[in-house]
């Protein structure tokens, strides 16, 4: 996994603060969105919002939250991301860490993969 640059790091965190109501000290790089910053798909609007105005990058919402993998039966066998699936979320989220997930992939974990760090390396791959 590549370095989190400072600058990076401080815009995300603030747009998160922002949209999300927490102290910066609670978004540091191995914060979860949503397990630990209690972010909800709404907030992700918002957030997705405030990055793009923050970098001036746009940012596909396929790209950051592959729902179309997770809801997709090719991919997914009873409630799991099957090897399939999870080859194609290393593919197409090249800068969020799967190892944790893969342990155990369920579907309705995936939302709690996503952590601070992985937002600013995903930032970073498109600047």
Request: net charge negative; hydrophobic share 45%; proline share 4%.
């Amino acid at each position: 996994m590549s370095a989190i640059d400072e600058e990076v790091f401080s815009k995300v965190q603030s747009a998160l603060v922002d949209a999300l109501g927490v102290d910066d000290d609670e978004v540091t790089p191995e914060a979860t969105m949503v397990g630990d910053l209690g972010a909800e798909s709404i907030d992700f609007l918002d957030i997705v919002f405030k990055l793009e105005k923050a970098f001036s990058i746009k940012i596909p919402r396929e790209e950051l939250f592959p729902e179309d993998i997770l809801t997709n039966a090719n991919y997914i066998k009873d409630g799991k991301v099957a090897e399939a699936g999870l080859a194609e979320l290393k593919k197409r989220m090249p800068w969020a860490d799967l190892t944790k997930f893969e342990n155990n992939p369920r579907v309705q974990d995936f939302g709690d993969l996503l952590t601070v760090g992985d937002l600013c390396r995903y930032v970073q791959s498109k600047l």
